[in-house]
């Protein structure tokens, strides 16, 4: 060997040996972080989520609404994962130039994957490096419109240098390594160098032992960028952007759905030590003296599960969620990625002593008090921080270097809507809804802590079963003009049914439907539809309660269990099967949620229902006349938009149906918004936000109804009596402002088929 090839070998084999044992410490570290959350059981169907990995993984399926920047992540990692074997080669060139794999290295099929990758993994990385510079906080016209306001960039800017300069490296080398060989022998370039051999030439008039020399310095250069790489994460363990290479095949495999569903829908029920919690036994759990206090939601880091912590620490920081949330985009303080990096960040923090402290080691529990760890360990999760609204970076607090004492402000936690773009946008599956209604959960249970007007919400929900505080005895009273009698299972008059089985469908009203003025408009109007189709349906009257979504969705499980095991109950006794629901609040409740409590049912919004029958021709929307007058009539308008409800759209995938009714009346020209589909914005309802006062930021629903109007249609369909009241408001706004026409209406699609149908 060399004196040059000696010295580069000590400098690659110390910081290989280096990073290979902080690498070691940094595993053992972040594992046992993770064993310090709640147990909880993800190991089910193993086969099911290996598969859902693969395609994942694969086919980026979770990336590809940014179709540029899926692609430049996809070769980018394809080329990071097999360009591995070039390290290897790296080594051996230290000690022997010559040196190629065994059986691969000359293999032409493995040296045109390499080349390939290398080059594709260089215009992979460049792309993703531009679009973070053109995304730049400091680039858009606010710093909060960029998705990576408050990630951390020189983390970002490093790893991606990184891959930058290994890739380089090896482009390097791959030329080297084809002028050295063409001293020696005749080399076939298409072969063996497809794409690099032209680098090759550019050193072809190098002698063939400054090519050595050159081989050995590129090789060693290549291994301390990449050890130095491994060095750095490996003492910054919350380094989410280098580490989610790693955790993100753990967090996608443990998703809550085998089958990749995302986690929307049902919320996770509410856990103790990994079994749901029933509140039957709560006086059981009260009076448990081993349990000081039971750990009713989560009101610390380490209450989270260990899928909790590991979400954390998978985010990547790269802002797809907090693009689409409605909270961040109404100059709230709430963005996800946020809190996700905070809750990473001070569960980081905590876990020493944490870890100090479940071992029983005094020392170490006294040397972690005397340390920042003590400091970060008694800080409250949720509280004030006395943030500052201009600066939302100052809502998030994982350290408690402010003084305030809080990890993260309590208007964070009530700014959701529990819409779901967040967990519908994370490329690596973060169950951010789970976590946010786990943090209410404690906040209502155990601390009494809420925004003032949730304590009316909960109260009319104890006292009268209803948001609104109405009388059982009103729950009928939308049908009582209509020109034939609506059946009322149980009920005592001429049109009284015994059971759900005399009939094919349970009209399932709810409170909106049965209270709220606009709302009861598309009762009646369903009603009236399944009416003209001929379909036998059957309400439950007085018998009905408010399903229970918006105590769930505030945090009051317990409220949402009697509410829903009420129900449950009058579901099993009048024997109900198939159930169709107007409210998409009630849609998802009913469907996804009430089987969490032995209630499982065929549940059908609406506007599926109406599109089957409009299939079957038992419904036959007919065409406005042309001199119609225009004003008025829900349907009597030549262009329509539709606004997504999050919970019929995002949490139950229902895109189609309402779009194909609306598809179905004659002479109706639909206009899309922008934001729709997958990527719809909120109206502001959800998550029990329509019972609480929008003080901070911008309101939402003014936000989503000037998207609508800019449409210039006529009407803006909805198929959710939140969505209904929510944008009507938002009109009526823009309406005295002069911002919108004053013959635009929110409607809902059944009251516009209704209309056309009642035409013929
Ligand atoms: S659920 Fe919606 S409002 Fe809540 S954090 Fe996610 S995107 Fe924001
Ligand atoms: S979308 Fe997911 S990975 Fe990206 S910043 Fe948000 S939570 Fe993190």
Redesign the pocket.
């Known amino acids: 060997m060399t004196p040059l090839q000696i010295v580069c070998a000590v400098i690659a084999l110390g910081i290989t040996a280096v990073g290979i044992a902080l690498m070691v410490r940094a595993v053992r570290r972040i594992l046992a972080t993770f064993r310090l959350g709640q147990p909880e059981n993800r190991g089910d169907h193993k086969g099911e989520r290996t598969r859902t990995l693969l395609r994942e993984f694969l086919g980026h399926t979770r990336m590809s609404r940014i179709r540029i920047v899926s692609a430049a992540h996809w070769v980018t990692m394809i080329a990071f994962g097999f360009l591995f074997f070039t390290l290897l080669t790296a080594f051996g060139q230290i000690f022997d130039p010559h040196f190629a794999i065994p059986l691969i290295g000359h293999f032409p099929v493995y040296e045109w994957i390499t080349d390939i990758l290398t080059i594709s993994g260089i215009v992979g990385i460049v792309v993703l490096m531009a679009v973070r510079r053109k995304n730049h906080p400091g680039r858009v016209p606010t710093e909060r419109r960029s998705r990576f306001f408050g ?1 951390t960039f020189w983390q970002a800017y490093y790893v991606e240098l990184t891959i930058l300069g290994v890739m380089l490296c090896i482009l390097t080398l791959r030329g080297l390594e084809y002028a050295l060989q063409s001293k020696t022998e005749d080399v076939n370039a298409i072969a063996h160098y497809p794409l690099t051999f032209p680098v090759g030439e550019a050193f072809s008039g190098l002698s063939q032992t400054s090519l050595e020399q050159l081989i050995v310095v590129i090789a060693t250069i290549k291994i301390v960028i990449s050890f130095a790489w491994m060095i750095t994460i490996s003492l910054n363990t919350t380094m ?1 952007v280098a580490w ?1 290479r790693f955790l993100a095949f753990f967090n996608i495999f443990f998703k809550r759905h085998a089958d990749g569903r995302t986690s929307l829908g049902a919320l996770a029920p509410m856990q103790i030590d990994g079994k749901p919690v029933d509140f039957d036994n709560l006086d059981e759990l009260m009076d448990d003296e081993s349990e000081a206090e039971p750990k009713l939601g989560v009101g610390a880091v380490e209450q989270f599960t260990w899928k909790g912590l590991l979400d954390f620490s ?9 693009s689409q949330c409605p909270a961040w985009n109404t100059e709230k303080p709430l963005s ?2 946020l809190l ?2 905070t809750l990473r960040d001070h569960a980081s923090a905590k876990a020493p002593y944490l870890q100090a402290a479940q071992a029983g080691s005094t020392v170490a529990v006294e040397e972690a008090q005397g340390s920042q760890t003590a400091q970060v360990a008694e800080l409250s999760l949720v509280g004030q921080t006395g943030y500052d609204i201009g600066s939302p970076l100052t809502a998030y607090d994982p350290l408690g270097v402010s003084g305030a004492g809080a990890v993260v402000d309590e208007d964070v936690l009530w700014s959701c809507t529990t819409c779901g773009a ?1 967990v519908e ?4 599956d ?1 169950e ?1 809804v789970d976590h946010i209604v786990d943090m209410r959960r404690h906040q209502v249970l155990l601390e009494s802590a809420f925004p003032t007007e949730l304590g009316g919400l909960f109260k009319n929900l104890e006292n009268k079963q209803n948001p609104w505080g109405m009388s059982a005895r009103a729950r009928m009273d939308w049908a009582k003009d209509l020109p034939f009698d609506v059946k009322v299972i149980g009920g005592a008059g001429s049109n009284a049914v015994e059971s759900a089985t005399d009939v094919e469908w349970l009209f399932w009203v709810g409170c909106a439907g049965a209270y709220e003025d606009r709302a009861k408009k598309t009762t009646r109007a369903v009603a009236e539809l399944l009416h003209t189709a001929g379909v036998e349906f059957a309400v439950l009257g007085d018998g009905e309660t408010c399903t229970g979504d918006p105590a769930r969705r505030a945090g009051n499980e317990m409220l949402f269990q009697m509410l829903a095991q009420q129900n449950v109950e009058t579901l099993g006794e009048v024997g109900a099967t198939k159930i169709v629901v107007t409210c998409a609040h009630c849609f998802n409740t009913i469907k996804n949620e009430y089987p969490q409590l032995g209630g499982s049912y065929e549940v059908v919004h609406h506007t599926q229902l109406l599109n089957r029958l409009v299939r079957e021709k038992k419904l036959t929307p007919v065409a406005r006349p042309d001199e119609a007058d225009t004003s008025g009539a829900a349907s009597t308008a030549p262009s329509v938009t539709y606004h997504d409800p999050c919970y019929l759209g995002r949490h139950n995938g229902v895109y189609a149906p309402p779009r194909e009714l609306i598809g179905a009346l004659p002479g109706v020209e639909y206009r899309e918004m922008e934001r729709s589909g997958e990527t719809s914005f909120c109206c502001g309802a959800g998550g029990a936000r329509m019972w609480m006062e929008e003080k901070l930021g911008n309101r939402i629903n003014l936000d989503r109804t000037a998207e609508a109007v800019a449409t210039g249609a006529d009407r803006i369909a909805i198929g959710c009596p939140f969505c209904r009241v929510m944008l009507t408001d938002g009109l009526t706004a823009q309406q005295s402002d002069g911002q919108a026409r004053e013959d635009v209406e929110v409607v809902d699609v059944a009251n516009m088929l209704l209309a056309a149908v009642k035409r013929g």
């Open positions: 990630s989410g989610h998978t985010c990547t920081e790269c802002g797809r969620c907090q996800p990625k996700m990096m967040c946008q994370c490329p690596v973060i951010h």
